[in-house]
């Protein structure tokens, strides 16, 4: 199982980048899609999901800014972050999980939340 993280970097306030996450070795179609941040001294919070239908949410701290999708059929994940804020700045996680994705927004959220966990890709707004 893999999960390949892409597209992060150093971006100035209000400036974007387009984040990929690669799938691979499980059935991702069966699977919600997340992507979670995490910065040092902080909890990781969940920004947006996919699910298996298609629909998406987002946190309300990126709303209006972030957009997750996932084209049909294919196995990679993407999201797009528009408006970047210093704040915004972390270590973006691409993660699945079996169970729906629309309630593991927002912080809190362990481990055990996902099932499958990429490495991890730098955001630097600065």
């Known amino acids: 199982v893999q999960l390949v993280e892409s597209g992060g970097g150093l971006v100035q306030p209000g400036g974007s980048l387009r984040l990929s996450c690669a799938a691979s070795g499980f059935t991702v179609s069966r699977y919600h899609m997340s992507w979670v941040r995490q910065s040092p001294g902080k909890a990781r919070e969940g920004v947006a999901g996919?699910?298996?239908?298609?629909?998406?949410r987002v946190a309300d701290s990126v709303k209006g800014r972030f957009t997750i999708t996932k084209p049909w059929g294919k196995t990679i994940v993407h999201l797009q972050m528009n408006s970047l804020k210093p704040e915004d700045t972390a270590m973006y996680y691409c993660?699945?999980?079996?169970?729906?994705?629309?309630?593991?927004?927002?912080?809190?959220?362990?481990?055990?939340?996902?099932?499958?966990w990429g490495q991890g890709t730098q955001v630097t707004v600065s």
């Open positions: 996919i699910g298996t239908g298609g629909v998406s």
């Open positions: 993660a699945a999980s079996k169970g729906a994705c629309y309630g593991k927004l927002g912080y809190g959220l362990g481990l055990r939340d996902f099932t499958y």
